[in-house]
């Protein structure tokens, strides 16, 4: 008998999500194709835009696969680089543009997911005493109200990214608060983490994020795509269930200011390989192994930033903010049994996105949470990567919030 040693291969998995708009019309029928490590496998969009996971060979950090996607009516698709972590779910999220061309020429629009931040070389940034930023002074006139308004901070519906230096024309990209966190933390930080690390990791990210918007430190624009200046942000980022799943669940709190005259989030920086010293950042492979050892995400953070500051807290947006108005979600957890004017609400939401979402049953919007609300509920976090209970707590309700102010403002 021979005896032979086999090494069993690593895999991760991936979904492709194709849609029109943001995520406002789901694809359905479109063919993808996925290449790369000796595989070719074809898949095909369902009526919510999604193929099957397919399990694809991946090693540490990622394999890199070719996603190719081809739907009638739509421009042809080609991503390049697309990250399959091992014992990971990935989604890649293409949003395919209408096809202007009544022959059968289709082009093909080519992009290629960037390299993930730690496999490069730490970028040169220059050193930024967050106790230094001041909180902007009063204005005569009222801030847009996309925008964190006086001493509150609410959550804005969008942010504007400028992919450029801070002094030269680029590209602008209006994207949701939190597909901004989810694609920084997928570019930024290793979806195989431990959950506490990667909790410190998107808090970071999250009150950075807010404290830019906050203080308005640039002109125009929200934040870069660079970092050079901020954070990691790419559009076709390759994101994780896991971070999904953290984002969605904590996208509304953030580190607030050791000062406790401002009201401005700290500017909360880490760098990929530092200790605890001054000045204060968070060291993300140190976050990591401090997770490994029982540290808790507050842990992590008082680690490296109490030298500085001493032992940070961690604060809850006063709201949210949709089509401009700051949005109140149910006082309460939303489930069958249920009834009244919230219930309601939630009801008109899934009819409108059940319009597009065809798989997601209709309901009588009459207030009360039955066992059909209850199927459509769960469809509906289906499809959105939400743990299926039929409840609407906090993330249920925001993602609907979302995806339905998304189909009323694309028509």
Not at 24 to 41: C, E, L
Not at 322 to 347: N, Y
Not at 359 to 388: C, E, L, R, Y
Not at 390 to 395: A, T
Request: glycine share 6%; proline share 8%; with cysteine.
């Amino acid at each position: 008998m021979n005896n032979h040693n086999y090494t069993r291969q690593s895999t991760g998995k991936l979904m492709v999500f194709i849609f029109e708009g943001d995520k406002v019309k789901p694809i359905m029928g479109a063919k993808v194709t996925i290449t790369g490590h000796n595989q070719n496998v074809t898949q095909q969009s369902n009526e919510s835009g999604q193929t099957n996971t397919v399990d694809l060979p991946a090693g540490e950090p990622y394999f890199e696969y070719t996603v190719n996607v081809s739907a009638s009516g739509y421009n042809d698709v080609k991503f390049e680089g697309v990250q399959v972590v091992p014992n990971i779910t990935g989604i890649q999220e293409i949003q395919m543009t209408p096809s202007i061309r009544r022959d059968n020429f289709r082009s093909t629009e080519e992009h290629k997911v960037p390299p993930h931040k730690l496999t490069q070389p730490e970028a040169i940034k220059p050193d930024i005493d967050p106790i230094a930023i001041p909180d902007p002074q009063p204005q005569p006139l009222p801030l847009p109200q996309t925008r964190p308004e006086g001493p509150l901070i609410l959550i804005p519906e969008y942010i504007i990214v400028h992919c450029g230096a801070p002094q030269e024309p680029a590209p602008k990209y209006k994207v949701k608060f939190t597909d901004y966190i989810t694609k920084v933390a997928c570019a930024e930080t290793y979806p195989g983490w431990h959950r506490e690390a990667l909790i410190a990791n998107i808090l970071c990210i999250t009150s950075y994020t807010l404290n830019k918007i906050f203080t308005q430190a640039y002109t125009g624009f929200d934040v870069t795509c660079l970092i050079q200046f901020d954070l990691k942000y790419n559009h076709v980022q390759t994101t994780y269930k896991q971070i999904i799943e953290i984002v969605d669940t904590i996208f509304n709190l953030y580190i607030k200011h050791p000062d406790p005259v401002k009201n401005q989030p700290l500017l909360a920086e880490y760098r990929a390989h530092y200790t605890r010293q001054k000045p204060c950042k968070l060291g993300q492979f140190k976050s990591q192994e401090l997770a490994k050892q029982g540290y808790n995400h507050q842990d992590i953070l008082n680690y490296f930033y109490d030298l500085c500051y001493g032992p940070l807290k961690i604060a809850s947006a006063a709201g949210v903010i949709f089509q401009g108005r700051s949005s109140t979600p149910p006082e309460t957890i939303l489930k069958e049994g249920s009834s009244g004017s919230d219930v309601r609400k939630i009801q008109v939401m899934l009819n409108e996105i059940s319009k597009n979402y065809s798989k997601i049953p209709k309901i009588n919007a009459d207030g009360k949470f039955g066992s059909i609300t209850t199927k459509a509920v769960k469809t509906f976090q289906q499809i959105f990567n939400i743990h299926q209970d039929g409840n609407v707590d906090f993330r249920t309700w925001y993602k609907m919030s979302a995806i339905y102010y998304s189909i009323l403002e694309y028509r």
